[in-house]
């Protein structure tokens, strides 16, 4: 349903914090959708890209990267400018599914304040993972509404409030949630960027340019388009582009840089094929991820323990392509 009773969170809202000289923060300031483009405070085109964490709540050998060191290595040797830091409603220990929501309240709030102390953006991400979103609808408005209380003035905060919705057709399932759950952000969070997932692992871009949210009301509104390379290639191309160039603002909050299953099958020339797709747009993307497990998509070799300061030789071969495309870019 559409109708959510939601109560109103007590909490104080954090004061803007002062833009640390020199960041990409600092830079750029808050964003603006316009078209299908995302732009900066002095109305230039911005592109926000570069990794995305694990599942936050999948313990702490994932959520050990969401450290001070860890994001000003990103910053500044990976020459990043954004962190997306995903949150599971479900799965193992999921916010909905027995995760003990403090501390995972927590952490995304550590995440988003040491973003923030280093001026960089940040992805608040509802990773909902192959089903309709409205079935966590009400969960995700009481979590997005309390991190949107808190840090309303953040121009660097980024709501992403369904990661992939599956089996949940646009009109029916995926708009109205929308409806339902940006309204609870923007009570509080007024222009904040909030980007919308699509169906069929946020494949399906074609729903919202049929149908998009009314511009009057939901304004600075992307929608989500995600792939992996060895799985996603020249037909995903064309329809990104195409739906890109008839005016709707996409950000590729997640890739990788292999199969979609996250293991077997790194593609250097297809993410390179995409990486070519992503600079002629200017498309904001986040790779999928930061950490040491032992498949295809992690940047981190599963021998490697470290959480900061790491080696070209701790990076597995996707962790090298991205870290050497992210230092190509223009942050
Ligand atoms: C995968 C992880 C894997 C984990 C699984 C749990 O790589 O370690 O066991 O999730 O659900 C997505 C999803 C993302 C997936 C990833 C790879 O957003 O959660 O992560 N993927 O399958 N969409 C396409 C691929």
Redo the contacts with the bound molecule.
Sequence with gaps: STTTTTTTPTVTPDPEPAAVTGTPYANHGKLHVYGAYLYDSHNKKMQLYGMST??LN?GSDFSRYVNRQALADLRDKWNTNCIRL?L?PR??KGYCNGGNQAELKNLMKTGINLATELGMYVLVDW?V??YNPQETQSQAITFLQEIASQYASYGNVLYEIC??PTGALWDSAIKPYAQAVIPAIRKYAKDAVVIVGTNT??QDVEGPLASPLPASSYGNVMYTF?F?AN?HTDTFRTRVENVIKAGLPIFIT?F?TC?????GGFNKGESEKWFQLIKNYNISHMN??L?N?G?T??AIKSSVSKTSGWTISDLTESGLLIYNHFRSLER
């Design positions: 694990h599942g999948f995903v599971y799965d193992y990773h993972h192959n990661n992939e692992w946020s995600h992996y799985t997640e990788g199969d979609a299953s996250g293991n999928w991820s950490c497990k498949e998509a992690s």
